[in-house]
Structure formats: C-alpha cells, structure tokens
C-alpha cells in the first residue's frame, strides 16, 4: 500500500509513519520544514506548508493527514489557514485517495451531558479554543469525502512527547507544579502507540468511514495522571492546587493584556487550558473496539509511556 503522511516531522506523525515502514508499506512524507531542518531522514520526503496551496504529489491509496496547528491561544484566522484551508488542499492534492484524518477530542463542545462521550456528540461549540472550532470544520470537510475516517484522541503522550510532558516540566515553580481546581475530574488520555494502532486499522480497513474516539482503556484522575507523569520525568511530583475562579480570573486578564495574538504561544495560563484541567473529559471508544477492532494495550501507568 502507498502512503502519504503530512506532518510527518511531528511526534504523531513520526510515530505513523515508522509503524508504516515497519509493515512494508510504501510511505511518501510531507511537513513544513526543509529536508535539511530535520531532525531524522524521512522516506520520500517533500517540505510543503498547506497553507500556501495545493502542489503535484504522487499518487497514494491512503493519505494520513496529520499536519495542523495545535495550541490553546490565538487568532482564528491563523488556525483556519492551517486546518481548514490546509485540509482542503490534501484533499483536492489527493482526489482518490481514502482519507485518514488525526483529529482532536477538542473538537466536542463545552457542554455535554454527563458521562462518556461519544461520535455522536455536538461539535465545534469550543468557545475557548479555535483549535478545537477548526479542526471540527476540517472534519466535516473529511467526512463528506467517500470513505473519509477522522480518528479523535485526546493528550496524545508516550516516549518522544514533545507537548504534554514538556508543558507540565515547564509550569513547575519552586519544586511544585500550580494546577487549578480539586484534580478529582476523570480524563481519558491517548497512548502514542495506542494511537498508532487505530491509525494502522484505519488504512487497512477499507470499509469503514467515519468518526472514532481514540483512548487508552484506562480512564484517569487528573491529580494521579500529572503525579505519574512527574515521577517517571524524575522530579518531584507535587501538586498547588490553585481555586478554580481565582485561576479563571487571572487568565481572563492574562488573556486580554497579552500582547501578540500570532499562535500558538500565548499566555501561560489560559480559559482553555484551565477548562482542559478541570472538566471531566471522557471518550466512549466502543466504536473504535467495536469496527476498528481497536485494543489498546497501554495505559498512562505503562513502563514504555
């Protein structure tokens, strides 16, 4: 099978496009950066940035589309150009190839009832997020394609992280990490190589379309998640809880004094961010058991994560 996979330089990407070559699958790489700017070869690879068009490319039976901008501040205008308008670029670049699209749990709206959330819950009402509103109108322009397939994780973690764990090491003041409200709320939170085993069921499963929740078996206590993540880092892992409004407050402020609003750096402290750390935010992954044949093995506790 020929691939093509976009944002290949990145940790999620990176990770596809390795379990790719390792099954013999034939892999054609895009990310934004030139080839020379990488920090490992990449098979058949070519520097494209989505928002500057569409381009000739080779032909592929299955695009993994994994290239967006990810961040929790900014204006809207600059998460559109990436994820909207870049998805309608791979899409209109690869006119016959199935489309697998690496989506986002934030895609759902603020409010849902209580409980697991499944595909069939609201999406793009994300009042703090333009992540979250763009990539669920990318979606939409997924699933009108024939046999387009948008997989949904959340906290994508695991060995070469370069978001989750490099956040958290970098919030710690003085030996503890702030963190705003109780920590009792439950998330689930997305293995790397759990991840990459749905991918792989979404390529060679021609059949199946559609959105999928992606998420490890096990469902986390927010404080129990970060201690876990502190300790494996080797640091001390100990907890500020901060009160819920007094946090909202000052990221309110902060939000409206920053300076810039060129993503995805922002603020340390954002509505986004503080409405992530203090919401219960479940994934009902039977969908994905149920038609990917999805069976994730590793679990935020797991040794490799």
């Known amino acids: 099978m020929i691939v093509a996979v ?39 690879y070519i520097a494209w940035n989505l928002t500057h068009g569409r381009r000739t490319v080779p032909r592929a039976d299955v695009v993994v589309h994994c290239a967006a901008l990810v961040g929790d501040w900014g204006d809207e205008t600059w998460y559109h150009a990436a994820n909207v308008t870049g998805t309608q670029v791979v899409l209109e670049s690869f006119p016959s190839a199935r489309v697998v699209y690496v989506s986002t749990s934030s895609v759902y709206s603020d409010h849902q009832p209580p409980g697991p959330i499944a595909e069939t819950a609201s999406t793009g009402d994300c009042r703090y997020s333009p992540y979250g509103r763009t990539k669920a109108q990318a979606e939409r322009l997924v699933l009108a394609r024939d046999g387009g397939v948008v997989l949904r994780p959340h906290l994508v973690y695991g060995p070469g992280d370069t978001t989750l764990l490099p956040r ?138």
């Open 6 to 44: 976009t944002g290949a330089s990145g940790f999620v990407g990176g990770a596809i496009v390795r379990a790719l070559l390792a099954r013999g699958h034939e892999v054609h790489t895009y990310g934004q950066r030139e080839a020379a700017a990488l920090r490992a070869p990449l098979p058949n």
């Open 168 to 305: 958290v090491l970098e919030a710690r003041r003085l030996g503890m990490l702030p963190v705003p409200g109780a920590g009792s709320n439950t998330l689930s939170v997305t293995h790397i190589d759990n991840f990459v085993q749905a991918v792989l069921s979404a390529c060679d499963r021609r059949g199946v379309s559609g959105a999928f929740n992606i998420a490890d078996a096990e469902v986390a206590r927010r404080d129990e998640l970060l201690r876990v993540v502190l300790a494996r880092a080797g640091v001390n892992p100990r907890l500020l809880h901060i009160p819920q409004a007094v946090a909202w407050t000052t990221a309110t402020v902060m939000e409206r004094l920053w300076p810039t609003r060129v993503p995805p750096r922002g603020p340390r402290l954002t509505r986004y961010v503080i409405h992530q750390l203090t919401s219960d935010h479940v994934l009902d992954i039977s969908r994905a058991r149920a038609e990917l044949d999805y069976q994730p093995l590793h679990t935020f506790r797991s040794t490799s994560g």
